[in-house]
C-alpha cells in the first residue's frame, strides 16, 4: 500500500491513487500535472495506483492503513503524489488515520478545497498536529477565500512571468521552466528540488513542506540540512 520508491521524496514514504478523476478540484492548469505522464503513465505505476484507489473504498481501509504505518514504523508519509482526496468521505478516513498515528508526520497538497462541501474536514485535518496541509492553486484557481488555520498556499506556475498571489507560501514550477536557475519568484520560495542549481537536494533533505513553520532551511548549508531533516525523520 505505502511505497519509499520516488526519486524526488527520497525515502519518505508515500500513498498514490491514480490521477485525473480523482482530482475534483482540478483546473485547467492541472493538465501539465506530472503525475499523468512520464514513468507515472506507465502499466506498472498505474496499476498500483489503481489497486490502491479500490483499497480507499474497502471498509477496511482505515485499520489496514493504521496497521500498516505501525508495522513500518513511517515517520514521514506524503498522502498522494499522484491524485487527491477524491470526496469528502475519504478524507474522513484519512483524517481518522492521521489522527490514530500522532508519530507520524503527514503532508498533503489538495485542490478539493475548491469545493465548500470539502471546508469543514480539510479544516479538522488541518488542525491536527501531526499534519502539514497544502492548499494548491494557480492562476486559474486563484486565492481561497477561506483558509483554514494551519493551511499553507503553494503555486504551481507555468511560465516564467507568472506570478504568485501574496499570502503564497511556496512555488512549483512547470517541468519546462525548471532548467533556469531561481530561487524565488517575487518573494516566495520556489521548491528547492525545483530551482535549477543542480544541487541534488529532495525531499527528505529539504524538508520545507513537511517540517514545522518555525524551522529555517539553509540552501547553502546542505549538512546542516540533512541533520535537520534526519532529527525530523527519527522523532
Not at 79 to 93: A, E, F, I, N
Amino acid at each position: 500500500m505505502f511505497s519509499n520508491s520516488n526519486s524526488k521524496l527520497g525515502s519518505i514514504w508515500h500513498f498514490s491513487i491514480p490521477a485525473g478523476d480523482t482530482c475534483p478540484g482540478r483546473s485547467a492548469a492541472c493538465g501539465s500535472c506530472y503525475a499523468m505522464r512520464h514513468w507515472f503513465a506507465s502499466p506498472a505505476v498505474r496499476g498500483a495506483y489503481d489497486k490502491n484507489l479500490e483499497r480507499t473504498k474497502e471498509k477496511d481501509f482505515v485499520s489496514t492503513a493504521i496497521s500498516e504505518i505501525k508495522r513500518l514504523c513511517i515517520r514521514v508519509l506524503r498522502v498522494h503524489s499522484s491524485g487527491d482526496l477524491y470526496d469528502v468521505g475519504y478524507t474522513r478516513k484519512w483524517t481518522r488515520i492521521m489522527r490514530a498515528c500522532p508519530s507520524t508526520r503527514f503532508f498533503l497538497y489538495t485542490r478539493s478545497w475548491r469545493l465548500p462541501k470539502f471546508d469543514s474536514v480539510l479544516a479538522e485535518m488541518a488542525s491536527l498536529t501531526n499534519v502539514r496541509l497544502w492548499y494548491s492553486i494557480d492562476r486559474d484557481t486563484g486565492k481561497p477565500k477561506r483558509i483554514p488555520s494551519g493551511v499553507r498556499l503553494a503555486y504551481l506556475q507555468l511560465e516564467h512571468d507568472d506570478t504568485p498571489p501574496a499570502g503564497t507560501d511556496l512555488v512549483f514550477r512547470d517541468h519546462r521552466l525548471r532548467s533556469r536557475v531561481a530561487k524565488k519568484s517575487g518573494n516566495v520560495l520556489i521548491c528547492p528540488p525545483e530551482n535549477g542549481t543542480g544541487v541534488e537536494l529532495g525531499c527528505q533533505k529539504c524538508g520545507v513542506c513537511w517540517r514545522d513553520r518555525g524551522e529555517r532551511f539553509s540552501e547553502s548549508r546542505d549538512s546542516k540540512t540533512r541533520r535537520l531533516s534526519l532529527q525530523l525523520l527519527s522523532t
